[in-house]
């Protein structure tokens, strides 16, 4: 009988003396930004995943650079020995006068209609970017 007390006090202080595992809740979603390993129960909608965003960032610069620009009624005509004869010209055609077939002149006569100008100015420049981040 004293075998039995002493079973019955010795089971008794193994099974009051174990130990249950802490209930860890959150995601166990991998893929979520909170995504914890050690989580035993999920919670019901308690996963958070990336956002993106769209930023806009804009500023006043100084900007410089070449731009094509139209002559207008300023274009001019050049034979082929780089003489500026000064008409005003809309095609190649334009430019033939005739008078320049003896030195071979005539051959490469251009029309002139557009520039590059370097031309710098105070510009309103906005740069357009997604961000992507955690919550």
């Known amino acids: ?17 174990s130990t249950e595992p802490e209930v860890v809740h959150g995601c166990l979603d991998s893929t979520a930004c ?20 769209y930023v806009e960032e804009c500023s006043w610069q100084y900007v410089c650079g070449y731009e094509t620009i139209s002559l207008g009624a300023d274009s001019y005509c050049s034979d082929g020995c780089s003489n500026v004869l000064g008409q005003y010209c809309t095609n190649n055609g334009d430019c033939y006068s005739g008078s320049n077939l003896i030195l071979g002149c005539d051959s490469g006569a251009t ?10 100015a105070d510009e309103y420049v906005c740069v357009d970017d997604y961000v992507t981040s955690c919550p």
């Open 1 to 17: 009988m004293k075998l039995l007390y002493t079973l019955i006090i010795l089971s008794a202080f193994f099974i009051s003396c």
């Open 34 to 53: 909170n995504y914890n390993s050690s989580t035993i129960l999920e919670c019901e909608n308690c996963c958070e995943y990336e956002e993106t965003i």
């Open 111 to 120: 029309c002139t209609r557009y520039e590059n100008q370097y031309i710098c």
